[in-house]
């Protein structure tokens, strides 16, 4: 399994609007993988792979959405003393963001930081500060440069947060697997699509979008302009099976293999799709399990939804913490979703 690639692809900074390092990673990775590769006004990266093998008809298009950007923060303010003020691009919990280790990303060059919020510390705290939490208006970054941050840091500079990967015996652990796993899913589906020998009738379109987290904004124009007739909305989804939640919210369990995504607050899948995928899933022994998400959406609706409509689902890999540096997926999950796209893909 090519941890090394979603390491690097986990690490590299790209928040919604600046999604511009990771595009070019991908675009370096998949080189000889598509037939053409090209670049839309919202800076989605959109890669064709033309059928393999002549079919009846006009071939079927069949998109994978896999969204580019991580949530983060944009630099709002910048005060005289050198603290930076933030805009959130994406959902945050205020809880997951003490004493936090960050990376400014500007156009000159990155600056390691630290983010807290305003306020005393526990030595000189009154009683109850403890138990007040900061809104995210309330945190900022320092860089420890003082007056001279203003020289460095602008307005609108980005700001993600700085941990690395870890590759754990079966598991992996880093911020960004929302959503650099599915990245990871559109480029080794198709790595394995080639190794295994699978031709395929249908007309593949790989969308690396940008501005999910925000509103499936990249996915949105990327799908009007393919229109395709099957959408993949690849992603992670929660996998709450962890203490503090009732087993009826877990969503999906790690380890059981990959989710196939019928409901959000975005989309309801194509039932049909969701069948079939099943039907694969089971003559190929690749391990999977129904999820249904009570709030958020996915790249999946933007496919669905764009022009005259698309059958879509979404593949999904359940993910512990969502939303924080400690994100984590199960290996098995990883690989069961790469072997069933790729399975779906030889078969069409």
């Not at 208006?137 to 941050?149: A, Y």
């Not at 694969?280 to 249904?292: D, F, H």
């Amino acid at each position: 399994m090519n941890i090394d690639l979603l390491k690097r692809l986990c690490e590299t900074p790209g928040v919604p609007g600046r999604e511009d390092r990771i595009r070019d990673l991908i675009k370096k990775e998949i080189d000889g993988l598509f037939d053409e590769v090209s670049i839309d006004p919202m800076g989605s990266l959109l890669c064709k792979r033309n059928p393999t093998k002549k079919g009846k008809g006009t071939p079927q298009k069949v998109m994978l959405l896999c969204h580019m950007d991580e949530i983060g923060f944009l630099v709002s303010h910048i005060s005289d003393k050198g603290h930076i003020y933030i805009d959130p691009v994406g959902g945050f919990d205020p809880r997951n963001l003490f004493s936090r280790r960050v990376l400014v990303c500007t156009d000159e060059g990155d600056y390691k930081g630290v983010m807290n919020p305003g306020g005393k510390p526990i030595h000189i705290q009154e009683p109850g500060d403890a138990k007040k939490v900061p809104g995210l208006s309330e945190f900022f970054v320092d860089l420890g440069m003082g007056e001279k941050t203003k020289d460095k840091v602008k307005v609108g500079d980005y700001i993600v947060m700085d941990e690395p990967l870890l590759d754990l015996q079966d598991k992996v652990v880093s911020k960004a697997l929302d959503n650099r796993v599915a990245c990871w899913l559109g480029i080794e589906s198709i790595r394995k699509l080639i190794k295994d020998g699978g031709e395929h009738e249908c007309e593949i379109h790989v969308a690396f979008t940008t501005q999910e987290e925000v509103g499936l904004r990249g996915a949105r124009t990327a799908a009007y302009a393919i229109k395709p007739d099957i959408g993949l909305g690849i992603d992670v989804t929660l996998a709450c099976d962890t203490p503090g939640v009732p087993e009826h919210q877990r969503v999906t369990v790690q380890g059981e293999g990959v989710g196939l995504h019928i409901k959000d607050s975005s989309f309801i899948a194509d039932i049909g799709l969701v069948r079939e995928m099943e039907e694969l899933a089971e003559k190929n022994k690749i391990p999977y399990q129904r999820t249904i998400l009570a709030r958020g959406g996915q790249d999946g609706a933007a496919a669905q939804q764009a022009a005259a409509g698309a059958k879509a689902i979404g593949i999904v890999v359940g993910t512990r913490y969502v939303h924080t540096v400690t994100e984590m997926v199960d290996k098995t999950d990883l690989g069961a979703a790469r072997d069933i796209l790729a399975t779906y893909l030889a078969a069409h």
